[in-house]
């Protein structure tokens, strides 16, 4: 069993790890609307600096350069990019698969809520958690107001740090295979629900109405599924 002492040196590194990189997003994230807040006014004079949709289209994207979609496969490959450097501190902390998937939730947990904080430091946006931001474009554009992201970040750090806290005393969570594809089935729904508008907002359409009902059932069913596994372990003790 490893130490207490070393459980709080692993946290607090990935922490610190993820909040230090949350802030080298949001600087990427400053200096790309420095590039496209001037050439959007120029499709959409009306709309002030700080609104992001409509988005561009991949046609208006071409009619401003070359340069612009050869950014957009940069920037594609840059999301993907952030997602290894999340599973390699991850995967460097780890013993075992099971440590690196709480400690890459961890991770991913406090870095998406240390981007938007200093985005509010950096431009001040979002103006509220009811702002609509452009989540993720891998596969297809993912968007969704701010406190949904940020929903889904703290309930990842929840269930890490309770994941891992079991790993790291050996007494780590059973879960079964139907629980497991509970989780991923809830993840999935909740993706389904970022995504659910792609083909409108990728066109350069306004968004419509966000799936809640979509979302929470994804939330629900994936927190649910985690929680039981406690509970049933729990009970297992007492008999």
């Not at 993912?142 to 940020?150: E, H």
Request: contains cysteine; aromatic residues 16%; hydrophobic residues 55%.
């Amino acid at each position: 069993m490893r130490s207490k002492s070393e459980f709080w040196r692993i946290v607090a590194g990935l922490v610190l790890f993820a909040v230090a990189f949350g802030y080298v997003e949001a600087a990427v994230v400053m200096y790309l609307r420095s590039i496209y807040v001037p050439l959007h006014a120029q499709f959409y004079p009306a709309l002030s600096a700080s609104e992001l949709f409509p988005l561009f289209s991949l046609d208006q994207l071409r009619s401003l350069g070359p340069e612009h979609t050869a950014r957009l496969n940069v920037e594609l490959g840059r999301e993907f990019a952030t997602l290894l450097m999340l599973s390699g501190v991850a995967l460097a902390t780890a013993r075992k698969p099971r440590e690196w998937i709480g400690a890459f939730l961890l991770c991913f947990g406090f870095w998406d809520i240390a981007f938007y904080l200093f985005l509010r430091l950096f431009l001040h946006w979002p103006a509220s958690l009811l702002t609509w931001d452009v989540l993720f474009l891998l596969p297809v554009p993912w968007v969704g107001p701010v406190i949904a992201p940020i929903l889904v970040s703290l309930s990842m750090i929840v269930a890490a740090l309770a994941w891992l806290w079991r790993e790291y005393s050996d007494k780590p969570f059973h879960l079964t295979r139907m629980r497991w594809g509970l989780i991923l089935l809830g993840g999935m729904t909740v993706f389904v629900a970022f995504i659910y508008d792609f083909p409108n907002t990728a066109s350069g359409g306004i968004p419509n109405a966000f799936r809640w009902d979509i979302f929470f059932v994804g939330e629900a069913i994936a927190l649910l599924a985690f929680a039981t596994a406690t509970s049933t372990e729990k009970s297992e003790r007492i008999k």
